[in-house]
């Protein structure tokens, strides 16, 4: 297990939120458990297979899904 980074949508400024997410293969990852709070709108949600990337965020590199992997 590994935590991953979602983004959400509609916010005035970049947002992201840690998910527990289980490594596939290479870049790939499977989010396998994302705290979805009322009234936010998630790029991905659970059970979403998704490519990261990585991204510099306060001084250190997260892992961040960027797309949707069928």
Not at 4 to 29: C, G, M, S, T
Not at 35 to 45: H, L, R, S
């Amino acid at each position: 297990m590994q935590i991953i980074y979602v983004k959400l949508l509609n916010e005035e400024i970049e947002v992201w939120r840690p998910v527990v997410a289980q490594h596939i293969d290479k870049n790939i990852f499977l989010i396998l458990k994302a705290n979805i709070q009322d009234g936010e709108k998630w790029e991905f949600a659970s059970g979403d297979r998704v490519e990261v990337q990585s991204k510099q965020s306060d001084g250190e590199m997260i892992l961040v899904a960027k797309d949707l992997v069928k």
